[in-house]
């Protein structure tokens, strides 16, 4: 049986996913950390706040796109998403940091 639900529906399902990570949020002068647990080194996500860019770890991405069935684009546009309902602030590009691999955001 197929089921139709909304974008926006879709975007709160994968809201809730990742609200249940329960990620740890840390700062530092100018960006803010999205870490699986106190004392991690690796973020999952990186938001810069001087300039609204947020950086999404691949793995994170492709853990989403797999488990939902969507592009990795698509699951860069909704984690980027949520980051903004998160922290209240405007994620104005979602990209990788320069000279930093994908895999390691680190703090």
């Given amino acids: 049986m197929k089921y139709l639900i909304k974008e926006s529906q879709f975007d709160k399902v994968i809201f809730k996913y990742l609200d249940n990570q329960d990620f740890v949020v840390v700062g530092n002068s100018n960006s803010l ?3 699986n647990s106190e004392g991690d080194e690796k973020a999952q ?3 810069n706040e001087y300039d609204g ?3 999404i770890n691949y793995d994170l991405k492709r853990e989403i796109s797999s488990f939902f069935s969507i592009d990795i684009s698509d699951s860069e546009k909704i984690i980027g998403k949520w980051v903004e ?3 209240e602030m405007e994620v104005t590009n979602i990209g990788i940091p320069g000279g930093i691999s994908t895999n390691s955001l680190y703090l």
Wanted: proline share 0%.
């Fill in 85 to 87: 309902y998160v922290l």
């Fill in 53 to 55: 860019f947020c950086y």
């Fill in 45 to 47: 996500i990186r938001y």
């Fill in 33 to 35: 950390f999205f870490i």
